[in-house]
């Protein structure tokens, strides 16, 4: 209710930050993603009263995080809390997102395949991934065309992805449009350049 009221397509934090002398709540602060955005917004308890039809303004509100490593203040808490309300992922355990854990290629292929909504496929397109875990989603990215591997037979499903990797996956997947121009002084003679200015 609280999302779709104030504009957010998901919240990752809420609270009260300012109390009136009697104790009742008197703003109330929101955070969470707007139209792909981390936004934060204050509005006045009165209103969330309002929207939420509650008796009155004395009340405390707060949010039990998804994962115990990813608290609200968390700087990427709502593009967690996005990620799982999507069913793209489910976190690295039951209880933990493992947010400095580096995403490797089999889970990047994971990712992409539910958040495009891959079709399952049959075939193996690749030698190195044969019992993984995540072979057919592999094999479904290979199959869309968003992959190639990391070498003909092979797709280095446990590497890790860096971020020209990411940045060509994207764009393949979404079909971002080719960009002009060099916005990164770093990627010059990249074999992902393009990939990387149409992300950019």
Do not use: K
């Not at 009260?16 to 955070?31: M, P």
């Not at 993603?33 to 509650?54: E, F, H, K, M, Q």
């Not at 992959?147 to 020209?164: K, N």
């Amino acid at each position: 209710i609280i999302a779709g009221t104030y504009g957010f397509s998901w919240v990752s934090d809420i609270e009260v930050v300012n109390r009136n002398d009697s104790g009742s709540a008197r703003t109330i602060r929101i955070s969470g993603i707007v139209d792909g955005r981390p936004t934060t917004v204050d509005v006045s308890a009165i209103d969330l009263r309002n929207a939420l039809s509650l008796r009155s303004t004395t009340f405390d509100v707060s949010m039990t995080p998804l994962f115990n490593d990813v608290p609200p203040d968390h700087p990427f808490a709502g593009e967690v809390v996005g990620l799982v309300e999507l069913g793209i992922t489910t976190g690295c355990s039951t209880v933990n997102y493992c947010p400095n854990q580096f995403v490797t290629r089999a889970e990047m292929a994971a990712f992409l395949v539910r958040a495009l909504d891959l079709p399952a496929v049959g075939g193996d397109p690749y030698r190195d991934d044969n019992g993984h875990a995540l072979e057919a989603e592999i094999a479904s990215l290979a199959s869309s065309g968003i992959t190639s591997g990391c070498l003909a037979t092979a797709y280095c499903p446990d590497r890790s992805v860096t971020r020209a990797e990411m940045a060509a996956f994207l764009v393949r997947g979404f079909n971002i449009a080719s960009a002009t121009g060099r916005p990164f002084t770093d990627v010059d003679g990249h074999f992902f350049e393009a990939e990387i200015a149409s992300l950019a």
